[in-house]
């Protein structure tokens, strides 16, 4: 159980007394927040236990307290922590009686207890609840696995419906029920089989919640492929926790699996691939790292890159509207990164991901070496003309070195560098480029050198008049911080005649220089257009 405002009460070390709403201190405590602002509300996500000494409120006016009251009740604030002894001997009766009128928990501070305490006493019971509940999903992943292996699909049923406390239910591709547990939830699943259907028409892998009126359902989709292979129920009382979390993850992972056992083994790996990838992406590195076991798991215990691929041209060039994954040119780069990592037997992990393909690679290893190569020598293809139309070569992001618990930002980084390897041409850009280099080559687009135009026009438009040189004028201050005389002697002009500029610009702008947004536009428009030699 997380930790609650009775939990903290009944603390020995903390010495703290209730005031007012005795009868809320069952509510859980997502956090300890110390604020003595009038408003702390803005900065509130709400299940706070809020902290003060009342340094900038008057807490003996009855109106502002009943205000400030609440304020922090609507916010979702849980509790009121009062150090007592700083700016107040006592919690004044103003803020009691306000506390007790909204049912709010009030709760004493004696001076030699620090707010650093009591949070820590929070960040404390908060962790260890987190780490029962992951003790508890790995408990119950052992559990799931241990009934798949022994009594297939209906054992896991059993085991997850038991670990939910709730009932589970699988459905085979047609939307048909194919097992349940309990056995009373068969008639509960078929009245979802619609739901089913329409879970099957999202892209995979999807989910879909659906509230009943004795219990709270959720839809899973299985399966690697493109289109969902089965589904996976799972009807509870309430919202699922932590600990219930693992497990349908897992009770989705190992279906998933024991849906594709007739696949070949070479299809097998590619979707207990597909698997770990995804728990991967979605911040579960533990999972992957079960799911993974001898076939990925070493992968995963040094640091990889992730490759984030896709077609040159439009899709229908990979083959007859086949997608980026299915193309020629993805045969050819797979071949040539398997054939390195099994000269040197590397783990690999190959996953089409949507219409793109997903590499996962040691770093420094051969397959990553091989990567480059072959994106080296496209690279040269297209330079001298030989790349063919028909079948266009990849694009590729290459993300910089990453661990199992940092692959969603390695993929996001690989995203990145794959946009701007489609901007520049390039078959491969590393992430590590992006960083390293300046962002003017970045201004080349044309979007941005449009912009740029439109936002100067005007200011080309009156100089082209002859009466002003409002742009260099204008570059100049900017490269100066708005410095008038360094701006004006660089120009080889009178300071009053530089803040005449600066004006006109304003009123030809109709925006004000004193806005950093304009000024970082204006300066980013004068580099494009100058990085465009105009």
């Not at 501070?109 to 003790?135: E, G, H, M, N």
């Not at 941005?448 to 204008?474: C, I, N, P, Q, Y």
């Not at 204006?522 to 100058?530: E, G, N, V």
Request: with cysteine; aromatic share 4%.
């Amino acid at each position: 159980m997380p930790p609650t405002l009775a939990s903290l009460v009944h603390h020995s070390a903390l010495k703290l007394t209730v005031r007012a709403g005795e009868d809320r201190l069952d509510t859980p405590v997502r956090w300890a927040h110390v604020s003595e602002l009038a408003d702390p509300v803005p900065y509130m996500e709400g299940g706070e236990l809020l902290l003060i000494t009342a340094l900038k409120l008057d807490a003996e006016d009855p109106d502002t307290m009943r205000r400030y009251v609440k304020r922090l009740v609507g916010a979702g604030v849980v509790g009121l922590g009062f150090a007592v002894g700083v700016n107040y001997p006592d919690i004044p009766e103003a803020l009691v009686e306000a506390a007790r009128a909204e049912e709010l928990p009030l709760i004493e501070v004696p001076r030699r207890t620090p707010f650093l305490a009591i949070s820590k006493a929070v960040s404390a019971a908060i962790a260890a609840d987190q780490y029962r509940a992951v003790t508890a999903g790995f408990a119950a992943q052992r559990e799931l696995t241990k009934q798949a292996l022994g009594d297939g699909a209906q054992g896991l049923l059993g085991a997850l419906a038991g670990q939910v406390d709730g009932w589970a239910a699988l459905y085979d591709a047609s939307g048909a029920v194919v097992a349940t547990a309990p056995e009373w939830a068969a008639r509960r699943a078929a009245r979802l089989t619609p739901d089913v259907e329409r879970l099957r028409e999202r892209p995979a892998p999807a989910s879909l919640v659906v509230a009943g009126a004795d219990d709270r359902v959720e839809l899973h989709t299985l399966g690697t492929g493109r289109r969902p292979r089965a589904a996976l129920a799972v009807g509870t009382a309430s919202t699922l926790g932590t600990a219930e979390r693992y497990a349908v993850h897992s009770a989705i992972a190992l279906l998933t699996l024991t849906t594709e056992r007739s696949r070949s083994l070479q299809a097998a790996e590619a979707r207990i691939g597909s698997a770990v990838l995804r728990m991967l992406l979605a911040g579960e590195p533990d999972h992957a790292r079960a799911v993974a076991g001898d076939l990925y798991g070493g992968l995963l215990d040094a640091p990889f890159r992730l490759v984030v691929a896709e077609v040159a041209g439009p899709a229908e060039a990979a083959g007859e509207g086949a997608g980026a994954a299915e193309g020629a040119w993805s045969t050819e780069l797979v071949d040539a990164v398997e054939s390195a990592a099994a000269r040197f037997g590397e783990a690999l992990l190959v996953v089409p991901y949507g219409e793109r393909l997903v590499l996962l690679v040691a770093d420094g290893g051969a397959a990553h070496l091989a990567t480059v190569e072959y994106a080296a020598l496209l690279d040269a293809d297209r330079a001298e003309g030989r790349e063919s139309a028909e079948e266009p070569g990849p694009l590729m992001g290459l993300s910089a070195p990453a661990g199992p618990i940092a692959a969603a930002p390695a993929y996001k980084q690989a995203e990145q560098a794959l946009s701007v390897a489609r901007r520049r041409g390039r078959c491969l850009v590393e992430h590590e480029e992006l960083a390293a280099g300046s962002v003017l080559p970045l201004l080349a687009d044309d979007a941005v050198r449009a912009f740029a135009d439109g936002l100067l026009r005007a200011l080309r438009e009156h100089d082209a008049t002859g009466r002003g040189d409002l742009v260099a004028s204008l570059r100049a201050w900017l490269s100066r911080h708005g410095q008038w005389d360094a701006a004006a002697a660089d120009l080889g002009v009178h300071r009053h005649t530089l803040r005449y500029r600066m004006r006109r610009v304003e009123e030809i702008l109709g925006r004000s220089l004193d806005d950093p947004d304009v000024r970082m536009e204006l300066w980013l428009s004068l580099k494009a257009t100058s990085a465009a030699g105009e």
